[in-house]
C-alpha cells in the first residue's frame, strides 16, 4: 500500500542543536517533496521544494535531502531556536501541477 | 502575497444538513485544493481542480462533492453532513505548471453534532 511516514509524532530538543526530520515513503514515486511548517490553529505554510533530480536545497538554516533510491527525505533545522517550535509536513508532489498528499507531520519542540 | 480566504473560521452544522465551505483565492492560481486534517493522520486530499469546472478526487472524496464556477472560488459541500466529518477543512491553491508551492487558508473548524 502507499504510505508517507515522518519519523515520529514528536521531537525533543535542546536549543542551538540540529533538528532532524524524516519522512519516508512506499509505493509512490513523486516528481518532487516539499516541506510545510504548521503552527497551531493556522493552515501549513511553504518552506522548501526539492526535485526528483536534485539531491539537497538550503535555505538559510534550513537544509532538505532527498533519496529517491531509499525513498527517504530529510529535513534539518541548525541552530535551532524556540521559535522553531511547530509542526513540520512533508508532502510528495505526484506529478507536475498535480496531486499532493501529505505525511501525518511532526511536532517539534526546541527548549530553551 | 497570495490570500486565499476561507468563508468561515468555525462552524457548527447538524447531521443531516448539507454544508458549503467556501473558498477564494486572489493571485490566479489555476490550481485549488481541499483537505481535511484530523489528528494523526495528517492532511487528507479530499477533491483538487486544475481549472474552472475541473475537479479530480482525491483519496478521501465519498461524502463530499466541489464546484468551481470560477478561477478563484473553490467550494466545497456536504450533501448530508455526519459526525465522522468534524475536522479541520483547509483549502490551498498553487500556481500550477511547474510552480507547485501550495498556499493555504487558515482553515474552518466544522463540528457536526
Known amino acids: 500500500s502507499q504510505k508517507i511516514e515522518q519519523n515520529s509524532e514528536a521531537l525533543n530538543i535542546q536549543e542551538g542543536k540540529t533538528a532532524t526530520l524524516t519522512c519516508n515513503y512506499t509505493n509512490y514515486s513523486p516528481a518532487y517533496l516539499q516541506w510545510y511548517r504548521q503552527d497551531p490553529g493556522r493552515g501549513p505554510v511553504f518552506l522548501l521544494l526539492i526535485r526528483e533530480n536534485e539531491k539537497e536545497k538550503r535555505k538559510e538554516r534550513l537544509k532538505v535531502t532527498f533519496d529517491t533510491t531509499l525513498k527517504q527525505s530529510l529535513f534539518h533545522i541548525t541552530a535551532s531556536q524556540p521559535a522553531d517550535s511547530a509542526t513540520y509536513l512533508c508532502a510528495l508532489g505526484l506529478s507536475s501541477a498535480s496531486k499532493i498528499i501529505f505525511g501525518s507531520g511532526t511536532r517539534l519542540s526546541i527548549r530553551p | 502575497d497570495v490570500k486565499v480566504t476561507q468563508s468561515s473560521r468555525y462552524l457548527v452544522k447538524r447531521t443531516g444538513e448539507k454544508v458549503f465551505l467556501e473558498c477564494v483565492q486572489d493571485?490566479?492560481?489555476?490550481?485549488m485544493f481541499w483537505y481535511r486534517q484530523d489528528p494523526g493522520l495528517g492532511l487528507r486530499l479530499i477533491y483538487f481542480?486544475?481549472?474552472?469546472?475541473?475537479?479530480e478526487k482525491g483519496d478521501i472524496p465519498e461524502g463530499y462533492s466541489v464546484s468551481r464556477e470560477k478561477k478563484e472560488r473553490f467550494s466545497l459541500i456536504l450533501e448530508s453532513a455526519s459526525t465522522n466529518q468534524t475536522s479541520m477543512y483547509l483549502c490551498?491553491?498553487?500556481?500550477?505548471?511547474?510552480?507547485?508551492?501550495?498556499?493555504f487558508g487558515s482553515g474552518t473548524q466544522l463540528s457536526v453534532l
Open positions: 493571485m490566479d492560481h489555476e490550481n
Open positions: 481542480s486544475y481549472d474552472v469546472k475541473m475537479k
Open positions: 490551498a491553491s498553487s500556481l500550477g505548471l511547474t510552480n507547485e508551492k501550495l498556499f
